[in-house]
C-alpha cells in the first residue's frame, strides 16, 4: 500500500465512533471479539466488520487460536501521520525560510 | 479543546502589508514560494472570499504538482484562509491559516495547517487513549 493510501485507510478507520471505541478498550488490554462486542449493542458480525477494517488500516492485528480471535493494538500506523506531520513541516519551515530571505532583503 | 494542527510560526523583519502582498501576489508569490528545491512555476490568485487559487510547483524532477483551493478568508494584512488540495486529490481538502502579528518593527508569520480527517484524532485524544504515544502529543497543541 502506497503511504498516501496507508493514510486514508488509517484516517477512514478512525473516522468512525465505534472504530475509536473498540481502539480505546484495546489500548487498556488485548481482548477477544467476543469481549469486544459486549459493550456495544450490536451484533458479532458487525464487530467483526469494524476490527476488520481496523485491520486493514494496521491498527489491529488479530491472533487465532483454534475458534479464538484475540485482538491487540498496533500503533505503528501512528508512524504514518507522525511522517505526514513532519513532511508539511519541513515544507513550511523551508517556505519561510525562503519569505524571509525574499522580503528581508527589500528586494 | 485539542486539536490535531501543524502550526508554523516565523518572524520576519518586513511588515505585515509587505508579507502579506508577498503571500497573495502572483508576480511574488514565484519569487519566494516552496521550499529550496521547489520552483514555483505558475501561480494564479484570485483573491476574495470564494476566490479560488493555483500554484504549480516543479520539483527537481521536473514533476509539476498544483496545490489549489479556494479562499475562506481574506483580511489584509492579518488573516488569510483558504483549502489546500494537492494535485487532483479528491476528497476532503485540507485547511491552512496564515496570521500575520506585528512584533515590534517585524511580523510573526504563523501558518496553521490542518486535516479535516483530523477531528478523528482530537476525539481519541479527549479519551484519553493516546496521551501515552510520544510524537505524537507534541502535535496536539492546546
Not at chain 2, 511588515?15 to 514555483?40: I, N
Request: proline residues 3%; glycine residues 6%.
Amino acid at each position: 500500500m502506497s503511504r498516501e493510501a496507508h493514510l486514508d485507510a488509517v484516517f477512514h478507520a478512525l473516522g468512525d465512533r465505534t472504530r475509536r471505541a473498540l481502539l480505546a478498550r484495546l489500548a487498556k488490554e488485548p481482548s477477544m471479539i467476543t469481549e469486544l462486542a459486549k459493550p456495544f449493542a450490536m451484533s458479532l458480525p458487525a464487530v467483526s466488520r469494524h476490527i476488520r477494517v481496523l485491520e486493514s488500516a494496521g491498527l489491529v492485528t488479530r491472533a487465532v487460536d483454534g475458534r479464538v480471535h484475540q485482538c491487540s493494538l498496533c500503533t505503528k500506523p501512528f508512524e504514518t501521520i507522525d511522517a505526514w506531520l513532519a513532511h508539511y513541516r519541513q515544507f513550511w519551515e523551508s517556505s519561510l525560510e525562503a519569505l524571509a530571505n525574499y522580503t528581508e532583503t527589500g528586494d | 479543546m485539542t486539536a490535531l494542527v501543524l502550526v508554523v510560526r516565523r518572524t520576519i523583519r518586513a511588515s505585515r502589508e509587505r508579507l502579506f502582498d508577498a503571500w497573495t501576489q502572483p508576480e511574488q508569490l514565484k519569487r519566494w514560494w516552496g521550499p529550496k528545491s521547489v520552483v514555483c512555476s505558475d501561480a494564479q490568485v484570485d483573491l476574495k472570499v470564494g476566490g479560488s487559487y493555483r500554484i504549480a510547483n516543479r520539483f527537481p524532477d521536473g514533476n509539476v504538482v498544483s496545490i489549489s483551493g479556494e479562499f475562506e478568508a481574506v483580511e489584509r494584512p492579518h488573516l488569510l484562509v483558504y483549502t489546500w488540495r494537492v494535485g487532483s486529490e479528491a476528497g476532503a481538502a485540507e485547511r491552512v491559516s496564515v496570521t500575520f502579528e506585528t512584533r515590534g518593527d517585524a511580523t510573526e508569520v504563523i501558518v496553521t495547517h490542518e486535516r479535516i480527517a483530523s477531528a478523528a484524532i482530537r476525539d481519541m485524544h479527549e479519551q484519553g487513549w493516546v496521551g501515552c504515544l510520544d510524537g505524537l502529543a507534541q502535535y496536539l497543541a492546546a
